[in-house]
Nanobody
Framework: QVQLVESGGGSVQAGGSLRLSCAAS????????MAWFRQAPGKEREGVAC???????TYADSAKGRFTISQDNAKNTLYLQMNSLKPEDTAMYYC??????????????????????????WGQGTQVTVSS
């Protein structure tokens, strides 16, 4: 079991920056994917960025060039640096994780998966509001 706790959300003006953090109760050592998702009112949850344990990184088109996903293994923490924020980035942001027990299973994964159905563990979310 992995518990995830997000923080760092808030209210900013368009063009501003925020850094979201996701602290894991035990780090997903070995083989895993960790990702950031977001969900705006009345919309489906969408993937924003994903980082696999082998370093493979994927971004949604809406995040490319503005957001950066990174991790600090020593702190068991995943980050999402968000720059040049836009009002359409307003949403609840969630951290998620998928863990595999063996490399044999891990290598069969969908690299950089941004589909929410592929994740087993979720945080409670942190709200990001961007005003124009």
């Amino acid at each position: 079991q992995v518990q995830l706790v997000e923080s760092g959300g808030g209210s900013v003006q368009a063009g501003g920056s925020l850094r979201l953090s996701c602290a894991a109760s035990r780090y997903t050592s070995g083989y895993y994917q960790m990702a950031w998702f977001r969900q705006a009112p009345g919309k489906e949850r969408e993937g924003v960025a994903c980082r696999d344990s082998d370093g493979w990184t994927t971004y949604a088109d809406s995040a490319k060039g503005r957001f950066t996903i990174s991790q600090d293994n020593a702190k068991n923490t995943l980050y999402l640096q968000m720059n040049s924020l836009k009002p359409e980035d307003t949403a609840m942001y969630y951290c998620a994780a998928k863990v595999w027990s063996t490399y044999g299973l891990f290598r069969l994964r969908t690299k950089g998966n941004l589909g929410p159905e592929g994740y087993d563990f979720w945080g409670q979310g942190t709200q990001v509001t961007v005003s124009s």
